[in-house]
Nanobody, 121 residues
Framework: QVQLVESGGGLVQAGGSLRLSCVAS????????MRWYRQVPGEQRELVAA???????DLADSVKGRFTISRDNASKTVYLEMNSLKPEDTGVYSC???????????????WGLGTQVTVSS
């Protein structure tokens, strides 16, 4: 069974930093895309950052210059380094992976439960 487990969230003052991690466990042939989403109550889930298997990245305009996404394919981990945090960065950050499980041919969509990030002003 494939699982994504996030960690690293917490409460931080504006201007501070956090590093989120998401580890994929289970039998996977490969992981194609890994993404971080942010969910705020009453709002649509927002794509914050994405990274391909080869390391190409994409960031939402609101976090460019402040956030960095990276991944370690050997450990099936994706990271989100968040600097210069703002109160509007507050939300539940969830990890998403498009991956092919062992013994299967087609990719599937996997989600973690999320980790809360709260930025105080």
């Amino acid at each position: 069974q494939v699982q994504l487990v996030e960690s690293g969230g917490g409460l931080v003052q504006a201007g501070g930093s956090l590093r989120l991690s998401c580890v994929a466990s289970g039998s996977l042939r490969r992981i194609d895309f890994m993404r971080w989403y942010r969910q705020v109550p009453g709002e649509q889930r927002e794509l914050v950052a994405a990274i391909t298997a080869s390391g190409s990245t994409d960031l939402a305009d609101s976090v460019k210059g402040r956030f960095t996404i990276s991944r370690d394919n050997a450990s099936k981990t994706v990271y989100l380094e968040m600097n210069s945090l703002k109160p509007e960065d507050t939300g539940v950050y969830s990890c998403n992976a498009i991956a092919v499980p062992m013994g299967k041919a087609n990719p599937r969509n996997y989600w973690g439960l999320g980790t809360q990030v709260t930025v105080s002003s």
